[in-house]
């Protein structure tokens, strides 16, 4: 790692802000889903891939419809949190709070905050097995009792970060565990067994396909390969987190242009569009983009981002104000091209922090930008984690690395 990773400093008001601010936010994304589900109008809006619909529309017993989610954020001058997206797919990094707590509590920058009388809060996501406890809450709470978890990958979408962390952590709070492949369930009487283990709790970690090399299924090469976890599923036989709802809906960017459309006003307060309008940057489908909001793209590029509505890692996203003319037309007119199944938004500049660092070895100070994530079980705001890049892109798979955060108790 090329910097220090010094822990970035929150001020506790500043960090009650966020947290108000985001669980009031998840209702609505749960209300998305449900809309989804009920209003053919909201489904045209959408206008999913069939691969995504499909899975979507499975009824299942499933409680809270977003079991674990992290919003990505920024922070506003005056204090109010701007969201870039809300991962609830599978987002990543939940299990390494505790080490990063446990590294800026170490730290010596946490040892001069002593010196001044300056207190780290602790936050609930930094506590040992957090995420598996959160998890089996919520299978509970969904009423399924749990006697067994299967940590799911795909054979051929696969993605191994945390996977370990996460089997780790439900063995240590007591309960049996299987890691493998979601193409090796088995499900005979109302029972899903993962390598010789019943379970009754899944957490789901897989990639997606897409353009023209799609396959079939969402998460896997055909849906028969899969059909034991779908009819399981179906039956409220297991507990997914997240639900397919989550997975392949709010997961889209497109979900954020949804909050500002006129189709999601019919469905929600005043207040409840205030909100909206205060902490998610103004977000357009491409597709339903009018004259003038087209006009603006074209003409005023520094002040938008362009992104595919369901992609991960920092891929498929152009940031006007750092590329140039030729490069961002290029990119708008294949946004405006793509099948609508292949949806591209665009969003309001909402600029990350902007900082310098020492390089370890020396040298010149080093521009870099800083973004932050929340994470939200079951719609409890449960602590952060932060991401600082070299590039405007913040991603750890891109010249990034991650802080601790430290909210200073007031």
Same mark, same amino acid.
């Given at each position: ?77 005056? @204090? ?7 991962? +609830? ?6 299990? =390494? ?8 509590? @170490?730290?010596?920058? !946490? ?48 993605? +191994? ?49 897409? @353009? ?37 809906? =709010? ?14 006003? !019919?469905?929600? =307060? ?25 006009? !603006?793209?074209?003409? !005023? ?91 405007? +892109? ?11 955060? +430290?909210?200073?108790?007031?």
């Amino acid at each position: 790692m090329p910097f220090d990773p010094r822990p970035l400093l929150i001020g506790s008001s500043t960090y009650d802000v966020i947290v108000d601010r985001f669980e009031r936010l998840f209702p609505l994304l749960e209300r998305s889903i449900d809309l989804y589900l009920a209003e053919a109008e909201v489904r045209r809006f959408f206008n999913l891939a069939p691969r995504h619909d499909e899975l979507i529309r499975i009824e299942a017993a499933s409680g809270h419809q977003i079991g674990v989610c992290r919003y990505d954020f920024t922070v506003s001058a005056s @204090g109010i949190p701007q969201i870039y997206e809300l991962n +609830t797919h599978c987002p990543s990094s939940a299990t =390494t709070a505790v080490y990063f707590g446990e590294l800026a509590a @170490g730290s010596r920058v !946490q040892a001069r905050l002593d010196a001044l009388g300056l207190r780290r809060r602790a936050l609930p996501l930094e506590r040992r097995n957090s995420f598996a406890t959160a998890v089996r809450a919520a299978a509970a709470a969904a009423g399924h009792p749990v006697s067994g978890v299967g940590v799911l990958n795909s054979r051929y979408l696969t993605m +191994t970060n945390e996977l370990d962390n996460i089997v780790k952590q439900f063995r240590e709070i007591g309960l049996p565990v299987a890691r493998g492949y979601v193409e090796d369930l088995s499900y005979r009487n109302g029972q899903l067994v993962l390598a010789g283990l019943p379970v009754d709790l899944t957490y789901n970690k897989f990639d997606d396909s897409s @353009g023209p090399d799609a396959f079939e299924c969402a998460f896997s090469r055909t849906t028969a390969e899969v059909d034991a976890y779908l009819q399981a599923y179906r039956d409220g036989a297991v507990h997914a987190i997240n639900s397919f709802g989550a997975m392949y809906l =709010t997961e889209q960017k497109s979900a954020l242009a949804f909050l500002h459309s006129d189709l999601f006003a !019919q469905h929600s =307060t005043e207040a409840e569009r205030a909100l909206v309008a205060e902490i998610v940057p103004y977000t357009v489908v491409i597709r339903r983009a009018d004259a003038r909001m087209l006009d !603006q793209l074209a003409t !005023q590029r520094e002040r938008f981002v362009l992104k595919k509505s369901l992609s991960t890692r920092g891929r498929d996203m152009m940031i006007g104000r750092s590329v140039t003319d030729q490069d961002w037309h290029r990119a708008l007119a294949e946004a405006r091209a793509a099948e609508a199944s292949e949806d591209w938004v665009a969003q309001r500049l909402a600029p990350g922090l902007e900082s310098t660092l020492n390089p370890i070895d020396g040298g010149d100070p080093v521009p870099v930008f800083t973004n932050l994530a929340c994470f939200l079980f079951a719609g409890q705001a449960v602590g952060l984690f932060i991401r600082t890049s070299v590039e405007e +892109t913040t991603n750890i798979g891109r010249l990034g690395f991650m802080q601790p955060p +430290t909210v200073l108790a007031e």
